[in-house]
T-cell receptor, first 108, second 115 residues
Framework: QQQVKQSPQSLIVQKGGISIINCAYENTAFDYFPWYQQFPGKGPALLIAIRPDVSEKKEGRFTISFNKSAKQFSLHIMDSQPGDSATYFCAPHNDMRFGAGTRLTVKP | DSGVTQTPKHLITATGQRVTLRCSPRSGDLSVYWYQQSLDQGLQFLIQYYNGEERAKGNILERFSAQQFPDLHSELNLSSLELGDSALYFC??????????????FGPGTRLTVL
């Protein structure tokens, strides 16, 4: 069974700090690496995604870093804001096997 | 608004009962996925349908079943309900032709409470 390992399980960051969430996968055939954001009581929504032909993609304060050889990709949230407080899921290749989720809390 | 609709929003029922959750995918999306999310838990994939056919199966209990109809809407049937079935059930859709990506668009979920 394909494994997706996401860490950390929870993260508390001060406003203005950097939040980093990691995701490790096994299947080398995966070719799409998205992060989803879920606010309480809502369904997840795509936040940012990367294809393996680039090592980094930035959209505003959100950056994905991709390490193909290590089979890992990370989400970096720069200048974290209280409004970023949510649960983040990785879902390599949209394979239906989402990571366990990271609950991010950004303290004012 | 993702374009995916789910009904009902809330459902309260008793153990042993049977319920049906309904999902309408985004216009043009052929794939429908069902997920279960228990309190403070991750998303557990249950089942996927593509254009009316079962495509993939996850951790779906035998008491649960689903189908996708010719108009592409889907229903998830949960029977012999147990307390542990209380959870948020999400439907997602993907596969809109021409996009080249299979991003999943999630509905707002149905919160099931089994008493």
């Amino acid at each position: 069974q394909q494994q997706v390992k996401q860490s950390p399980q929870s993260l508390i960051v001060q406003k203005g700090g950097i939040s980093i969430i990691n995701c490790a996968y096994e299947n080398t055939a995966f070719d799409y690496f998205p992060w989803y954001q879920q606010f309480p009581g809502k369904g997840p929504a795509l936040l940012i995604a990367i294809r393996p032909d680039v090592s980094e993609k930035k959209e505003g304060r959100f950056t994905i870093s991709f390490n193909k050889s290590a089979k890992q990709f990370s989400l970096h949230i720069m200048d974290s804001q209280p409004g970023d407080s949510a649960t983040y899921f990785c879902a390599p290749h949209n394979d239906m096997r989402f990571g366990a989720g990271t609950r991010l809390t950004v303290k004012p | 608004d993702s374009g995916v609709t789910q009904t009902p929003k809330h459902l309260i029922t008793a153990t042993g009962q049977r319920v049906t959750l309904r999902c309408s995918p985004r216009s043009g999306d052929l794939s429908v996925y069902w997920y279960q999310q228990s309190l403070d838990q991750g998303l557990q994939f249950l089942i996927q349908y593509y254009n009316g056919e079962e495509r993939a199966k996850g951790n779906i209990l035998e008491r649960f079943s689903a189908q996708q109809f010719p108009d592409l809407h889907s229903e998830l049937n949960l029977s012999s309900l147990e307390l542990g079935d209380s959870a948020l059930y999400f439907c997602a859709s993907s596969g809109q032709m021409g996009t080249g990506r299979n991003e999943q668009f999630f509905g707002p979920g149905t919160r099931l409470t089994v008493l």
